[in-house]
């Protein structure tokens, strides 16, 4: 399908919800899929309507000088990328039947309208001990490892003191790991960190918001890598 019209509304959202969980359009980096996207908008999209466009396109404009040396095919159209086809069900007789949960399975027989005592004594019985067995059950919280790259404003950044700020930052299911200082060029290095995350609690857009307030030293965030533990 690809990205519709940035123009309209349905495609703004389109790629809203397409930069959810993605930092790029494409790939771990900027790459011509971004520069071509870029250039399809007149303005930045709508801070307060599209969250996740507007992040992207304010990350995206800061390589406009970089623009004609990044990877991929120039040629290609902004439209040959995005979904490949609509997640909405045009009409509810279409939609594919809903998977059968495991938990749904009939336990308790027949459901004839008339039972009879028995039968009714076995279905709670069933009920009581399927009920003790689920609360019985504790499922893990989910959770990602994920890398961050931490880019300062230049080479006369107080790295140090960037990345004391970084890990001041704490979240309910936030852990921070290791971290490395990786040459960009022009003598300007950025902090590569790696850190644990439960899925439900943590909101990589909201900590990547949280980091990029440390204005004096932080220029962006990028999503390096990520991965389910």
Not at 15 to 31: F, Q
Not at 61 to 72: A, I, N, Q, R
Not at 182 to 193: E, N, R
Request: no cysteine; proline share 4%.
């Amino acid at each position: 399908m690809g990205f519709a019209d940035f123009l309209s509304d349905a495609g703004l959202t389109m790629l809203n919800n397409w930069l959810t969980t993605r930092s790029y359009i494409t790939g771990y980096g900027p790459s011509q899929a971004d520069v071509t996207s870029f250039k399809a908008f007149k303005d930045s999209p709508d801070a307060a309507k599209y969250p996740h466009a507007h992040r992207w396109y304010k990350h995206i404009s800061s390589y406009e000088s970089e623009f004609s040396t990044l990877s991929g095919d120039p040629s290609k159209a902004y439209t040959t990328y995005g979904p490949e086809k609509s997640e909405a069900t045009l009409n509810p007789k279409d939609a594919p039947a809903a998977a059968e949960d495991e938990d749904d399975v009939d336990l308790f027989g027949s459901d004839d309208e008339e039972e009879d005592a028995e039968a009714a004594r076995i279905r709670e019985e069933n009920l009581a001990a399927y009920k003790k067995k689920k609360e019985g059950k504790t499922k893990p919280a989910a959770k990602s490892i994920v890398t961050l790259d931490v880019k300062p404003w230049d080479d006369e950044t107080d790295m140090k003191q960037l990345e004391t700020n970084m890990r001041e930052i704490e979240m309910d299911g936030l852990t921070w790991g290791a971290s490395k200082l990786v040459p960009v060029g022009f003598g300007i290095k950025k902090v590569q960190v790696n850190l644990v995350v439960e899925d439900e609690k943590v909101s990589i857009d909201d900590l990547q918001a949280k980091i990029e307030e440390d204005e004096d030293h932080v220029q962006s965030t990028d999503v390096a890598a990520m991965q389910k533990l």
